[in-house]
C-alpha cells in the first residue's frame, strides 16, 4: 500500500501544477477530488478486516492463529511435512499385545518396561500404564525420538525402536507398533501398541494434493510399519526412521532450496522442527513445548481442520 499511496502523492501533485497554470482558481479542488476519489480505504481497511474474519471463522472450528503472518503465508506454501505418530493418528495408544523372548513372563516384562517408559516425553509411553508397582532403576535416561535407557545393578536396558535397541525390525502383520525390551542387547520382549487414525485424513491429504502441494511424511517410526498405517494416503514422500536432527535437517534442506515449509507436528521433539519451518502446526492434544514453538494449533482432534485452515487462508489472501 506505501507504493500505491506514494503513486497517489505524484499524480495528485502533477494535477495540481497542470491546473495551476491551466486554471488556478479549481487547481486545490480538483487535486482534493483526486485524493478523496483514490482514498486507499480499499487496502487500509479491508485487509484487517478479512482477516479478523478469517480469524474468527477458524477460531470457531477450533483453529487457533497465534502469529499475524499465518494467512498470508500459508498461500505461499509449496510443500506440507507431517509427523506421523499423534499428528496423523490420534496418538490414543494402546497395548495389544506382548510377546516374551525370555524366561521372564509377561507381566515380568511388562513391568520392566512401565518402569523404564514413565521416563518417557514420547506418546508411546502412555500406552504403559504406571503403578506403584514400579522398578526402581538406578539411572535413567531419555533418547527424544528413540527410546529409554535405565541402568539395573549390573544391567543395561533399553525399551524403543528397533534401531535404537539395535534388534532386526520384527515387524506385526498388522498395523501395530513394534517396542521392542532388551536387556544388555539381548531380546526380552516386543510389545505390539495400536494408535488409530484421525477422522478425515485420508479426504484432507487428498484436497492438499490436489492443491498442487507436495505431501511429506517425516517420522522416526520403520518403513514397513509407515508404510502399512499409510497405506492408500495420498502421500508423495515418506521419511521414515528419522531422528528429531533428520527432520529439522530436511526441513532446513528444501528452504535452503527456496521451497516454502509447513510444518505440522505434536512432540516435544518436534518444537524445533516446528520453529524453523515456514508455518508450523501444533496438534492441541500435543505436547506444551510443541503448541508454544508453533504458528497455529488445532485444538479440533477432527483432521478435516487442516482442509478448513487452508481454503480459508487462500479464500482470505484473495479477497
Known amino acids: ?159 524403543g525402536s528397533a534401531k535404537f535397541t539395535e534388534q532386526d525390525s520384527l515387524e506385526s502383520d498388522g498395523k501395530e507398533i513394534v517396542v521392542y525390551l532388551t536387556k544388555n542387547k539381548e531380546l526380552i520382549a516386543r510389545f505390539y501398541i495400536q494408535d488409530e487414525m484421525r477422522d478425515n485424513v485420508a479426504t484432507t491429504l487428498n484436497y492438499i494434493a490436489e492443491s498442487g502441494l507436495d505431501v511429506t511424511l517425516l517420522t522416526g517410526d520403520s518403513e514397513n510399519n509407515t508404510n502399512k498405517v499409510t497405506e492408500g494416503l495420498a502421500i508423495t514422500n515418506k521419511k521414515t526412521s528419522l531422528s528429531p536432527e533428520n527432520k529439522l535437517a530436511y526441513i532446513n534442506e528444501q528452504q535452503a532450496n527456496n521451497r516454502m515449509m509447513l510444518m505440522v507436528g505434536d512432540g516435544v521433539n518436534d518444537a524445533p522442527v516446528l520453529s524453523a519451518a515456514t508455518v508450523s502446526v501444533a496438534m492441541g492434544e500435543g505436547s506444551d513445548l510443541a503448541k508454544n514453538s508453533a504458528d497455529v494449533v488445532l485444538l479440533s482432534t477432527n483432521f478435516i481442520a487442516m482442509k478448513y485452515m487452508l481454503a480459508t487462508a487462500t479464500k482470505t489472501y484473495k479477497i
Not at 499423534?86 to 509377561?106: W, Y
Open 1 to 159: 500500500s506505501r507504493y500505491f499511496v506514494l503513486a497517489l502523492l505524484i499524480i495528485s501533485a502533477g494535477t495540481y501544477l497542470f491546473w495551476l497554470s491551466y486554471e488556478p482558481e479549481k487547481a486545490f479542488w480538483i487535486t482534493l477530488s483526486v485524493l478523496v476519489a483514490t482514498c486507499p480505504c480499499a487496502l487500509s481497511l479491508a485487509t484487517p478486516t478479512a482477516l479478523t474474519c478469517a480469524t474468527s471463522f477458524l477460531s470457531q472450528r477450533g483453529i487457533l492463529i497465534r502469529k499475524e503472518h499465518v494467512l498470508e503465508s500459508l498461500t505461499k506454501v509449496d510443500e506440507i511435512a507431517f509427523d506421523k505418530t499423534g499428528t496423523l493418528t490420534k496418538g490414543a495408544f494402546t497395548l495389544t499385545n506382548i510377546k516374551s523372548d525370555s524366561k521372564l513372563s509377561k507381566d515380568e516384562v511388562l513391568r520392566t518396561a512401565t518402569s523404564l517408559e514413565q521416563h518417557s516425553t514420547h506418546p508411546i509411553a502412555s500406552a504403559f500404564k504406571s503403578n506403584s508397582n514400579n522398578i526402581l532403576f538406578d539411572t535413567t535416561e531419555n533418547h527424544i525420538g528413540l527410546g529409554i535407557s535405565g541402568r539395573l545393578n549390573n544391567d543395561n536396558y533399553k525399551i
